[in-house]
């Protein structure tokens, strides 16, 4: 529907509902709503409210300083595993697909006109569960330089695997990236991920495709299952010819016993 912004016009912007006469300020750039004119642009903004949306949230996060707005420290701090929730380009993100699906946050990823917001495009996706989105994702960062990043794959999987988002780990799996995490780095952190939190079917995911190393980073993977008391984590993991089962006082069997983790420790002491 359109909605003219001029009395003359139909339906006048005073009587339009406050949240959307602030929205259409804002992308307008104006401080009070008599100094709008009623131009050809300014009936478009107000006839589609979802493109309004898109440009406030798009020019709110332009405005944050440049390390702040696409860092991927600064939307996921704690070594890619979580999402700041609070984190502008994260809540435009929910609330854009909240409100239109996969082609409204298309729409203000397009915003930016650069591709150094498909890296962090690609975390939160991936951190929300948005398994449209990143298959949309995908066809952008093809044609970048960004395929032959392993930081991308590593970032995606890792956030993908600490909440569980299992549709969307084989998805990026299956878009074979140029760079795998542990061709590159020795290790996978989102194994690591998948072991800590206990998702037994996401760690099935991850060994089942081949280029993952569960043993790497000093058998951390199965330190922390075991430290954890992931029983089913442990058992898929001594199946697995890369992993080494800890024994003696290592940390992660000092940590179960304190714990009272007695069937894990039979475990293991049964696979030396």
Known sequence: MVVAINKHMGIGFANLVPDLQC???????????????????????????????????????????????????????????QLRESHL??????????????????????????????????????????ADVVDRLHNYITTSALK???LLLRDALCISAWYGHIDVMKLLLQLRYDCFPASVFGYDESVEFACVRGYTEVLQLLL??????????????????TAKGHTDIVRLLLGHPRVEIPCGEHWAIRRARAAGHSEILQLLEGAR
Not at 58 to 67: C, D, G, S
Not at 90 to 111: E, P, Q, W
Not at 208 to 225: E, V
């Open 23 to 81: 929205r259409i300020m804002q992308l307008l750039h104006v401080r009070e709503w008599t100094e709008l004119s009623c131009t050809s642009r300014s009936v478009h903004a107000v006839s589609q409210f979802s493109c309004v949306e898109v440009a406030v949230l798009a020019n709110t996060v332009q405005a944050l300083h440049l390390k702040e707005r696409f860092r991927i420290s600064e939307i996921s701090p704690c070594r890619s595993d």
């Open 89 to 130: 380009f994260v809540r435009a993100f929910r609330s854009l697909y909240t409100r239109g699906g996969c082609d409204l946050v298309c729409a203000f990823i397009r915003r930016f006109g650069t591709s150094r917001v498909l890296h962090p495009a690609l975390v939160t996706a991936s951190g929300l569960g948005y």
């Open 148 to 150: 032959f990043n392993p």
């Open 208 to 225: 089942k495709d081949g280029r993952c190393n569960p043993g790497g980073h000093g058998n951390y993977a199965i330190g922390l299952a």
